[in-house]
């Protein structure tokens, strides 16, 4: 392939790509406001303003999006903690930071994470979603473990559990608290905050 054939597929490769997150996040809101088992491809369609025939230009089906979809949000959030994680200048500043995206998140958007519990409870049972969840998990995992990581190096202590424990607890703990959340509790953020700091205090020695 000469030169200026590979050059120009490259912004046609862009659009493309661009074109898909677009509507990979327009459907993401959609989703997250129905649910896996109330929503179908039409209804994104519907919504978001985008044929049918788009949607299945771009997407396979309905699997493919919604792995698509939570992959993206589920990106950002990873992107969010290593961030925190980056930037932290010693131990303190590291819990506060990471914390703060933690609790940030389940207050201000609750639905795109239950939507992430919903598909990967539903990979349980249908075996089509797994590869794509089990990937996602493993970023969130390795984001989590870089917390641990750092923290160990800025606090000089170690934690007790291995990275996977670790992770396991923390992303109980961030279940609980966006159920709570969902549900309507006052203080539920506040308690979660409270609950990490008591967990990653349980887990350091």
Not at 100 to 125: C, M, N
Not at 140 to 145: A, G, K, P, R
Not at 182 to 200: I, P, T
């Amino acid at each position: 392939m000469t030169q200026s054939a590979t050059a120009s597929r490259g912004p046609r490769i862009d659009k493309y790509e661009e074109r898909k997150r677009e509507l990979g996040r327009d459907a993401l809101s959609v989703l997250s406001e129905l649910g896996y088992a109330r929503t179908s491809l039409r209804d994104i369609a519907k919504a978001s303003g985008f044929s049918l025939g788009v949607l299945h230009y771009y997407f396979v089906d309905k699997v493919e999006l919604i792995s698509y979809c939570v992959g993206l949000y589920k990106q950002d959030f990873v992107e969010q903690i290593q961030l925190a994680v980056d930037q932290a200048t010693d131990a303190g500043h590291l819990r506060e930071r990471v914390f703060g995206v933690l609790v940030a998140s389940v207050e201000r958007e609750p639905e795109k994470h239950r939507l992430w519990y919903d598909i990967r409870a539903q990979s349980l049972f249908d075996e089509t979603f797994r590869p794509a969840m089990w990937r996602i998990d493993r970023q969130i995992e390795s984001v989590i473990t870089a917390f641990f990581v750092r923290l160990t190096e800025l606090s000089g202590q170690s934690p007790q559990v291995g990275p996977g424990s670790a992770y396991a607890m923390l992303d109980g703990l961030f279940q609980r608290y966006l159920l709570r959340h969902l549900n309507g509790e006052d203080g539920a953020c506040g308690d979660f905050r409270q609950a990490l700091s008591q967990a990653v205090d349980a887990m350091m020695v």
